[in-house]
């Protein structure tokens, strides 16, 4: 017999930015702010109070914290010690990822279930690749240090990253997000909108409907739609689209020997040039430029 198990193919992106560990005094405090990705931070030492839209939340010793973007909340060390964290924003367009890291503006991981699961581990092996850049012995300690790592090193930080994203999609899926919270998510109406239009958006990239069209059929707004969509996705429906057909260019770049103006044409882009600027924006690079990094397909 001859079998053959296969996955889907995939093609998402990941952003990893301001991945690091960090120690501040008795009294530190940052005032209010806001970042464009979602943040994921542990307490590792001591403790912290963030005032998360207007709400008060305490992080202890073990405890993990998830904000997701756009969320405003500030920092005060009111512990007797110094605080001790590891920290990083991410983004990834990957929509049931987004869906689920998105259930609420924040997400507290008390110590106790963090401490029965991966976690633990995978901070270990960040922490081990965080030294390989420290000081010698002897050196003044640093204020501050940007740590070098060889094209395998990153690569494997990116997968301790991601493992630790997938940790806390497991145990959010056994937890209750903080109580204060829960009037902030989203309900089982605005879920059945937000997957209603995702199900429209994604069954043509080429003759997707227009956000005011949907709106008109779901009988809101298309402030209203849109508003729902970005609390359910965690991106606006036109962020969707943008980032659907910028998925299937790179997959159809890197697994067809269609040519880019047919790739172009099969996306809905008005001109083969259309797409190439657009594809330069999304990614930094041309089409041909991104398929030669990938493949020795076809280059016209």
């Given at each position: 017999?001859?079998?053959?198990?296969?996955?889907?193919?995939?093609t998402s992106?990941?952003?990893?930015?301001?991945?690091?560990?960090?120690?501040?005094?008795?009294?530190w405090?940052?005032?209010?702010?806001?970042?464009?990705?979602?943040?994921?931070?542990?307490?590792?030492?001591?403790?912290?109070?963030?005032?998360?839209?207007?709400?008060?939340?305490?992080?202890e010793?073990?405890?993990?914290?998830?904000?997701k973007?756009?969320?405003?909340?500030?920092?005060?060390?009111?512990?007797?010690?110094?605080?001790?964290?590891?920290?990083?924003?991410?983004?990834?367009?990957?929509?049931?990822?987004?869906?689920?890291?998105?259930?609420?503006?924040?997400?507290?991981?008390?110590?106790?279930?963090?401490?029965?699961?991966?976690?633990?581990?995978?901070?270990?092996?960040?922490?081990a690749?965080?030294?390989?850049?420290?000081?010698?012995?002897?050196?003044?300690?640093?204020?501050?240090?940007?740590?070098e790592?060889a094209?395998?090193?990153?690569?494997?930080?990116?997968?301790?990253?991601?493992?630790?994203?997938?940790?806390?999609?497991v145990?959010?899926?056994?937890?209750?997000s903080?109580?204060?919270?829960?009037?902030?998510?989203?309900?089982?109406?605005?879920?059945?909108?937000?997957h209603?239009?995702?199900?429209?958006?994604?069954?043509s990239?080429?003759?997707?409907?227009?956000?005011?069209?949907?709106a008109?059929?779901?009988n809101?707004?298309?402030?209203q739609?849109?508003?729902?969509?970005?609390?359910?996705?965690?991106?606006?429906?036109?962020?969707?689209?943008?980032?659907?057909?910028?998925?299937?260019?790179?997959?159809l770049?890197?697994?067809?020997?269609l040519?880019v103006?047919?790739?172009?044409?099969?996306?809905?882009?008005?001109?083969?040039?259309?797409?190439?600027?657009?594809?330069?924006?999304?990614?930094?690079?041309?089409?041909?430029?991104?398929?030669?990094?990938?493949?020795?397909?076809?280059?016209?």
């Open positions: 017999m001859d079998t053959l198990f296969q996955f889907h193919n995939a992106t990941f952003q990893l930015v301001g991945c690091h560990f960090g120690i501040k005094p008795q009294g405090s940052y005032p209010k702010h806001h970042h464009h990705l979602y943040e994921l931070s542990c307490c590792m030492e001591g403790g912290i109070t963030q005032n998360i839209n207007g709400i008060e939340v305490s992080v010793a073990g405890d993990w914290l998830l904000l973007p756009g969320v405003k909340h500030s920092l005060h060390n009111t512990s007797p010690f110094h605080y001790a964290f590891f920290n990083f924003h991410f983004d990834i367009d990957d929509l049931g990822v987004r869906n689920r890291l998105g259930a609420a503006p924040f997400l507290i991981i008390p110590s106790s279930p963090a401490e029965e699961s991966r976690l633990p581990g995978l901070l270990q092996q960040c922490e690749m965080m030294h390989k850049g420290s000081w010698k012995d002897g050196e003044a300690e640093p204020e501050s240090r940007i740590i790592l094209a395998h090193e990153h690569l494997a930080l990116q997968g301790y990253i991601m493992l630790i994203i997938h940790e806390v999609i145990l959010a899926n056994s937890l209750d903080h109580p204060d919270a829960a009037g902030q998510q989203a309900s089982a109406y605005e879920l059945d909108i937000a209603a239009v995702e199900h429209r958006l994604s069954q990239l080429s003759e997707a409907p227009s956000i005011s069209e949907l008109k059929q779901l809101l707004s298309r402030s739609l849109s508003k729902i969509f970005s609390k359910v996705y965690g991106l606006s429906p036109r962020q969707y689209l943008s980032r659907r057909k910028w998925n299937n260019a790179k997959e770049l890197t697994t067809t020997n040519t103006y047919s790739i172009a044409e099969q996306l809905g882009f008005r001109s083969v040039n259309h797409f190439s600027r657009q594809f330069r924006r999304w990614v930094g690079v041309s089409p041909n430029q991104y398929r030669r990094s990938k493949t020795d397909g076809p280059q016209v």
